[in-house]
């Protein structure tokens, strides 16, 4: 039990590290301001680029965990992480490079991403799978409430280079922590799946477009600075109270996913997603931004580590490398759409029509998926059971 609590912490740490690179760029409009890139679109696009890479590039990833392995996946993931939050630092306002050294990003966070998630389906036991999971992943919402911050810091005091320096760290520390995780045998466990077997799996097919969907409202925090800007108020204070309240949520009340069919809860946590970005639309000051990020909170809170905890329930052992790769390809679909088309109804419909719209149908999106998961839930009862006491 204590190698396995190690093991957890060693895992949350690289999700804090690993999440930190991505979250801290959720201020890259602000630095793309200051570094003279045009339009909205333009920006829309350089930060759509990491998303992306990491979409086309995840369905690869449950194959590269098996040909690599997870030490060498790992060390490659790594390697190209350092190299492209250096070369974006170095590159200035060229906006091809700044979309080549993005895509260099998100290729290196597929890796890890797909790694960690199938790693920690090998070693965490069934029974204490909800809390360790969610116990995890809240290392990967704590820069909300660290980082990206000061990183925010730096932007208003006009400290763009520091800025640019906070994702490098992060980096630097996911290569530290992916070297100091034991290598996992894949051999013995089963037959190899295959991404066909997967999508030929209704639940999984299902948990792929409840990811996707969910990922629809997470995604817009990449751009949640226009709109804050629009409305006169810190960003930051949104980031903060979503992360507090949502480490809060995992740490403390984790038990509830071991002890609750999973998929009862996958629709009402994106119905939350949506109510807290309406909600913001309205903020006319950094109070009113925090209320709905501990809102946005509550439902990140569990609908992260519920979709992660899924994969492990709805697949085979065989199954999970690319079960895993397939509900990371759905995410990254999420957060490469978004950019891309609030850029442009930012433009059309201002910030705050375009959030407004947006959350609006995420509402409705979250309706229908909660008729698809009770209908999943009764033609195959059995999957997932809940095993925590």
Not at 277 to 287: D, K, V
Request: with cysteine.
């Amino acid at each position: 039990m204590k190698e396995t609590w190690r093991m957890v912490a060693t895992l949350g740490l690289g999700y804090f590290a690993l999440f930190g690179v991505s979250n801290v760029y959720y201020l890259l409009p602000q630095y793309l301001s200051h570094a003279g890139v045009g339009s909205s679109q333009q920006v829309g696009w350089i930060v759509g680029a990491f998303y992306m890479a990491t979409t086309f590039s995840r369905p690869f990833g449950g194959g590269l965990v098996r040909r690599m392995g997870f030490r060498r996946l790992f060390r490659w993931g790594g390697l190209l992480g350092i190299a492209g939050a250096l070369g974006f630092a170095l590159v200035g306002s060229y906006t091809p490079g700044l979309l080549l050294f993005r895509v260099i990003l998100g290729v290196s966070q597929t890796l890890f991403v797909v790694g960690f998630t199938t790693y920690q389906g090998l070693v965490i036991p069934e029974s204490s799978r909800g809390v360790a999971f969610s116990a995890i992943s809240a290392g990967g919402i704590l820069p909300l409430m660290t980082l990206v911050p000061l990183g925010d810091l730096f932007l208003q005091r006009g400290y763009d280079v520091a800025y640019l320096l906070v994702p490098l760290a992060a980096a630097l520390g996911v290569f530290y922590l992916g070297e100091r995780l034991p290598e996992q045998s894949l051999r013995g466990r089963g037959r190899e799946g295959s991404l066909v077997g997967v999508l030929r799996n209704p639940s999984l097919r299902l948990l792929c477009l409840s990811s996707f969907c969910f990922s629809l409202g997470d995604a817009c925090l990449v751009v949640l600075a226009s709109l804050a800007q629009s409305r006169g108020v810190l960003v930051s204070a949104f980031f903060m109270a979503n992360a507090s309240v949502a480490a809060g949520i995992r740490l403390f009340g984790a038990r509830l996913l071991d002890r609750l069919p999973r998929r009862h809860l996958a629709a009402p946590a994106m119905a939350g997603l949506a109510l807290a970005l309406f909600g913001c639309t309205w903020a006319t000051g950094n109070g009113a931004m925090a209320f709905w990020g501990g809102v946005f909170g509550v439902a990140m809170g569990w609908g992260f580590p519920l979709h992660m905890a899924l994969i492990a329930d709805l697949a085979t052992p065989e199954e999970r490398p690319h079960a895993s790769a397939m509900v990371w390809f759905a995410m990254g679909g999420s957060f490469a759409l978004v950019p891309v088309l609030m850029g442009y109804g930012v433009d059309w419909l201002g910030a705050e029509g375009s959030f407004r719209g947006f959350a609006g149908f995420l509402l409705l999106l979250s309706l229908g998926l909660g008729v698809l998961w009770e209908r999943d839930l009764r033609r195959h009862p059995g999957r997932p059971v809940p095993t925590g006491s």
